[in-house]
Nanobody, 124 residues
């Protein structure tokens, strides 16, 4: 099984940058596609970015494309989300997720495993 622990959330000013980290552990952690989702109050959970287990394929939501970068360091068993040019509308709880199939992360808002989430608040 896979366990996920996020870190790096916090307060940041609009236009600033923030790096989220997700440490994965468990039997299939090195062979799982990983992704980031977010949920703002009163809104549905939405896909942000995902990466294949090898890092060879990535996918981004339109809202993240060009501003966010997902990467992974398999030696550390950690996935990152580098967020740049942050906007007020990026404020949400960000969840790390893992699934055996990248397509599941990209095409649905579901995953096999979820972290507890980390709050990102963008201020003006």
């Amino acid at each position: 099984q896979v366990q996920l622990v996020e870190s790096g959330g916090g307060l940041v000013q609009a236009g600033g940058s923030l790096r989220l980290s997700c440490a994965a552990s468990g039997r299939t952690s090195r062979s799982s596609a990983m992704g980031w989702f977010r949920q703002a109050p009163g809104k549905e959970r939405e896909f942000v970015a995902a990466i294949s287990w090898t890092g060879g394929s990535t996918s981004y939501a339109d809202s993240a494309k060009g501003r966010f970068t997902i990467s992974r360091d398999n030696a550390k068993n950690t996935v990152y989300l580098d967020m740049n040019s942050l906007k007020l509308e990026d404020t949400a709880v960000y969840y790390c997720a893992a699934d055996p199939k990248l397509v599941v992360l990209v095409t649905t808002t579901q995953a096999r495993f979820w972290g507890q989430g980390t709050q990102v608040t963008v201020s003006s």
